[in-house]
Nanobody
C-alpha cells in the first residue's frame, strides 16, 4: 500500500521556521519525484517545491524562493521542506505528493492534477 505521511506542521509566528517531513512507503522511492503543495482556505492547491528523483534537481515557487529548501534522504525514504522566514500568507494545509514520470512543469500544474499519490496533509499556521 502506497503511503505518504506528512508531519511537522504547527503554529508559528511570522519570521519563524518549521520543517515538514514526508515519509514514503509502498513504492520504489528512488523512482519517484516528490512535491510539496499547499492549499489555503478558498484557494486552489498550488505547487510549492519539488525534487526530482533522476538528478535531484529542485524547483520552487517564486513565492518561497530563498525561504524554503527541499531535500531528500533516500535512506529514510523521506523528503523534507525546511521553511524559514515564514509569513502569514504561507498559512495553508501542506501536502506531499509523488509522481513517477516527472517533468518540471508538474511542479506548477494547476491543482497538482498530474501527481499520482498524495498524503493527508499537515496544517501550517503563521500568525502575524
Amino acid at each position: 500500500e502506497v503511503q505518504l505521511v506528512e508531519s511537522g506542521g504547527g503554529l508559528v509566528q511570522a519570521g519563524g521556521s518549521l520543517r515538514l517531513s514526508c515519509a514514503a512507503s509502498g513504492f520504489t522511492f528512488d523512482d519517484y519525484a516528490i512535491g510539496w503543495f499547499r492549499q489555503a482556505p478558498g484557494k486552489e492547491r498550488e505547487g510549492v517545491s519539488c525534487i526530482s528523483s533522476s538528478d535531484v534537481s529542485t524547483y520552487y515557487a517564486d513565492s518561497v524562493k530563498g525561504r524554503f529548501t527541499i531535500s531528500s534522504d533516500n535512506a529514510k525514504n523521506t523528503v523534507y521542506l525546511q521553511m524559514n522566514s515564514l509569513k502569514p500568507e504561507d498559512t495553508a494545509v501542506y501536502y506531499c505528493a509523488a509522481i513517477k514520470f516527472f517533468i518540471p512543469e508538474d511542479c506548477t500544474v494547476v491543482g497538482g492534477r498530474t501527481w499520482e499519490y498524495w498524503g493527508q496533509g499537515t496544517q501550517v499556521t503563521v500568525s502575524s
